[in-house]
């Protein structure tokens, strides 16, 4: 009888270590269903989704870049679409779900700290939506143009920016998608003092900084050509008069001076050996 007991006793401990894993692996997947219909809503949640995928990683879940729908619930987010190469930071991200861009915004300048978008020829062209006035990449531009203008009375050079824009299309065209992401910098001038100062300006009665260059950081994911792996170009354009025919090969800067300069990070969580 006692080898019967402990019979029944390891059956029955065995029955209830499965009930317990059973009910473990479906609370699992309720718990990651939740978390990715969080992350498609919440910025932050997406940002973060790697650690709280890790948690769960007994189940061996996996967080991914794949735009996740659910189209029953009407739940579709482009976050992991247009920030596929990461967030640079995360103050005060937003995203314009109309035109799908997303922008942070620096609550310390008063002004857009970075936007990023993914450039494609069905951003390009949009169709899709008849009542728009702009294509999703235009008005993503238009928009961060609206927001720089009042900087740009130093002699910000517009047909420059404009080819640097018509060179991101020629990159999509070429080889598919650009992710781009664009900002401003502020660096301090020097006095013939050798002192060093930041200029500022009046806008809605505060003093907000002026912005000394432009950045755009392109990263290029060929997807005509399956077997080419992305690379990524950086360049800077200052906020001073220039010559129109000045070449944007000119305006080519390394990555990480830009991270330098601005204290962002960009690629974060990726493999950066795609920097040139």
Same mark, same amino acid.
């Given at each position: ?11 029955? /401990? ?12 479906? +609370?699992?997947?309720?718990?990651? @269903? ?8 919440? #910025?932050? /949640? ?5 650690? *709280?995928? %890790?948690?769960?990683?007994?189940? =061996? ?18 976050? /992991? ?9 995360? =103050? ?7 035109? %799908? ?11 857009? +700290? ?8 069905? &951003? ?14 235009? /008005? ?11 900087? &740009? ?11 640097? *824009?018509?060179?991101? =299309? %020629? ?10 992401? &664009? ?27 002026? #912005? &000394?260059?432009?950045?755009?950081? *392109? ?7 399956? %077997? =080419?792996? #992305? ?24 990555? @990480? ?20």
């Amino acid at each position: 009888f006692p080898i019967m007991g402990k019979g029944v006793v390891a059956l029955l /401990a065995a029955t209830a270590g499965s009930f317990f894993a059973l009910g473990a692996y479906y +609370q699992h997947s309720e718990v990651i @269903r939740n978390i990715q219909h969080l992350e498609q809503r919440n #910025p932050h /949640a997406y940002f973060i989704r790697r650690k *709280l995928y %890790d948690l769960l990683s007994i189940f =061996s879940v996996r967080a991914t870049s794949v735009e996740l729908s659910d189209e029953k619930l009407n739940r579709k987010h482009k976050l /992991a679409g247009i920030l596929k190469y990461g967030f640079p930071s995360m =103050s005060e991200i937003s995203l314009n779900e109309t035109f %799908d861009f997303v922008t942070s915004f620096d609550r310390r300048n008063s002004a857009i +700290q970075w936007m990023c978008e993914r450039v494609n020829s069905t &951003t390009r062209m949009n169709n899709e939506r008849p009542s728009s006035n702009f294509s999703q990449s235009e /008005a993503s531009r238009v928009f961060f143009l609206s927001n720089i203008k009042p900087f &740009t009375k130093r002699g910000f050079n517009l047909a420059i920016w404009e080819r640097l *824009l018509r060179h991101v =299309s %020629d990159l999509s065209n070429k080889h598919g998608t650009v992710y781009v992401y &664009t900002g401003s910098i502020y660096l301090p001038r020097e006095l013939k003092s050798g002192s060093w100062f930041m200029e500022y300006q009046s806008e809605n009665n505060s003093m907000v900084a002026v #912005p &000394t260059h432009f950045f755009k950081v *392109l990263v290029v994911d060929p997807i005509f050509e399956s %077997d =080419s792996p #992305p690379y990524a170009e950086a360049y800077v354009m200052p906020n001073s008069p220039m010559s129109d025919s000045t070449d944007i090969k000119t305006l080519l800067s390394d990555i @990480r001076d830009i991270e330098r300069s601005t204290g962002l990070r960009f690629f974060e969580g990726h493999d950066r050996n795609f920097i040139n």
